[in-house]
């Protein structure tokens, strides 16, 4: 599948610095997040969040927590797009839920990917565009809510606002 060969590829090459340098690296984030929910739950607050910022309304104040667009869903994958209402990029969106230890607890990994264009940094856009619907869709609040990720798995993370970019 296209988006698993772009992160076998960054995986790969992200391990070695000297080629990254010298080749147009699609950027991307990949995060994960504990979530004290059966996945069924974290799939459904997902979707639906998708779906609630799928038009432009919601960016009218600026912001970019808008223009999702649910490409498919089930208990287990989430495929998604999101297009910056700037037109910076369009980006690919994928949660994987897999039920974590004992029930009920979810682990959802978060992969956003923008097309490779010749840009170093994505000023944490692709974090955002995961973790926007993480707290959009209230799950942030769940109990033994955690999240895992750093800089490396995500482009610019730990400079990213948001409630801008
Ligand atoms: C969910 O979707 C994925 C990807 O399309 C597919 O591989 C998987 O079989 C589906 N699972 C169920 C339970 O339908
Ligand atoms: C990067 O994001 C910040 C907010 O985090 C924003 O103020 C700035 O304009 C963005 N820069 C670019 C180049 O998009």
Redesign the pocket.
């Known amino acids: 599948m296209h988006v698993k060969t772009w992160l076998v590829a960054a995986v790969i090459l992200g391990s070695c610095g000297t080629f990254t340098t010298a080749m147009t690296m699609p950027l991307m984030c990949k995060a994960i997040w504990v979530i004290g929910l059966p996945c069924d739950d974290v799939s459904t607050a997902l979707v639906s969040q998708i779906k609630k910022w799928s038009d432009a309304d919601n960016c009218l104040t600026g912001g970019e927590k808008c223009l999702y667009e649910l490409l498919s869903a089930n208990q287990t994958y989430i495929f998604a797009k999101h297009t910056s209402p700037t037109g910076k990029s369009v980006d690919s969106l994928t949660f994987i839920l897999k039920r974590y230890r004992e029930a009920p607890m979810c682990r959802t990994v978060g992969i956003s990917i923008s097309p490779a264009d010749g840009r170093k940094f994505d000023?944490?856009t692709n974090y955002c565009n995961l973790f926007n619907l993480v707290t959009g869709s209230g799950l942030v609040n769940v109990p033994l809510f955690k999240e895992v990720t750093n800089d490396f798995m995500c482009n610019q993370r730990s400079?990213?606002?948001c409630e801008?970019?």
């Open positions: 000023n944490g400079t990213a606002n801008v970019v």
